[in-house]
């Protein structure tokens, strides 16, 4: 089948592309030079979900060939995608500096910048003013959409992709990652706790805690986990700041957190994500579950379909958080973690959660549900006068904010 290949390369010179991807597809043997030359073939005519599928072949063979990262650069341009785009034109720069790869990816930021439309015109940071009837009725009137939502997920974790340095163990590349968006405290030690259990991690405020002195699988693990929370937290965060077409501000971010840990539901839901999103990148055998089953045990009477209806939507949501967090961490990253249990001689013990459904909801309930659960918060805050708890959130965020600016 090698002269199918040359046959292949001949009509790509000749410019007779149709031709060529008939030849090639009659290859067999289909090693990274395939994958490549495929590609182009593709790219050529315009074919751009097979250029796509190619070139992921090819990068999954080598991900250090720079040229490979430049053809799925071009290729999620034709896909209309152009933050991949950018991560991957910026990949390969980060291999090796050429100009033509310099050139597309200034044409790349020319786009974006130029498409980028003027967003939020508002700036809410009063919590008094956010629970005023016209706005908790706006949560009734508008809700996200999928193209919002998308774009949403790709703006919060493209950022942090293109500043992460892939250098290191598997547990340094993790951690670098993680803190592009939040603070990671190193110095915690889980024993001080005074707690029969040992808690090895924990997540509040933009600010995780790790112990350094726990092996390095339960630190990527635990990173994961609290990372999750806090990607939880902001999804919910945009999703205030869609709605109210508002900046950023100290009390979205409070009532965001708010939302989920107030009520021992949205606990439910809060926990059991996070637990789903940890689990999709550790091996089967060491899921662990135990945060979450100490919710429930801890709680007597709770309503079995309200508890549904909260795992339902952590699944829909620990989805969309998987998402964000498979674009960095690729099938090689998920190997290095699944090596780093092996290397450490970890013994299984799986511990499943009390209570499971495997049910998702479609986008349109999930945004209805996002909505659903700020505003029953806004109206518990209002009808209750529970401002108190509010401002002392928001008293920590304006604390943590400004110790970044």
């Known amino acids: 089948m090698n002269s199918q290949l040359t046959q292949a390369k001949k009509y790509c010179r000749e410019g007779d592309f149709k031709n060529a991807l008939k030849s090639i597809e009659e290859v067999t043997d289909h090693d990274f030079g395939y994958w490549i030359l495929y590609c182009e073939i593709c790219i050529e005519l315009n074919m751009f979900e097979k250029a796509d599928d190619a070139i992921s072949n090819a990068i999954h063979i080598d991900n250090a060939s720079d040229y490979a990262w430049y053809l799925k650069a071009k290729a999620c341009i034709g896909l209309l995608d152009y933050k991949k785009a950018r991560r991957a034109c910026l990949r390969a720069i980060s291999i090796d500096v050429k100009e033509e790869y310099v050139r597309l990816n200034t044409n790349i930021e020319y786009f974006l910048n130029a498409s980028r439309l003027p967003r939020y015109m508002n700036r809410y940071d009063n919590m008094v003013e956010l629970t005023k009837k016209e706005n908790i009725d706006l949560l009734s009137e508008r809700k996200l959409n999928e193209f919002a939502y998308g774009m949403i997920l790709d ?71 609290e990372l999750a929370h806090h990607l939880l937290s902001e999804i919910f965060k945009h999703a205030m700041m869609y709605v109210y077409d508002s900046s950023k501000t100290d009390t979205i971010e409070a009532f965001a957190s708010y939302c989920i840990t107030r009520d021992v539901y949205w606990r439910i839901m809060n926990e059991y994500c996070a637990h789903a999103v940890e689990c999709h990148y550790m091996p089967y055998n060491y899921t662990n579950y135990e945060s ?75 945004f209805e549900m996002i909505n659903f659960i700020i505003r029953q918060n806004l109206l518990y805050v209002k009808i209750n006068l529970s401002y108190s708890e509010l401002y002392r959130f928001k008293r920590i965020y304006t604390k943590v904010n400004g110790d970044k600016s």
């Open 292 to 366: 979450f089953n100490l919710i429930i045990s801890r709680h007597d009477g709770l309503n079995e379909e309200r508890i549904k209806k909260s795992v339902v939507m952590a699944n829909s949501l620990a989805g969309d958080i998987v998402y964000m967090i498979d674009q960095f961490i690729d099938d090689d990253l998920k190997e290095e973690i699944k090596m780093q249990y092996l290397s450490e001689r970890i013994i299984p013990a799986r511990r499943k959660a009390m209570v499971s459904y495997d049910e998702k909801y479609d986008d349109n309930v999930k």
């Open 155 to 225: 703006d919060m974790v493209t950022e942090a992709i293109d500043k992460t340095e892939r250098k290191g163990d598997i547990l340094t590349k993790i951690r670098n990652f993680t803190r592009n968006f939040i603070d990671v405290d190193l110095s915690f030690d889980s024993y001080d706790l005074g707690d029969k259990r040992r808690l090895m991690g924990t997540y509040a405020f933009n600010a995780m805690k790790i112990d350094s002195n726990a092996l390095k699988t339960y630190q990527i693990s635990i990173m994961i986990h």
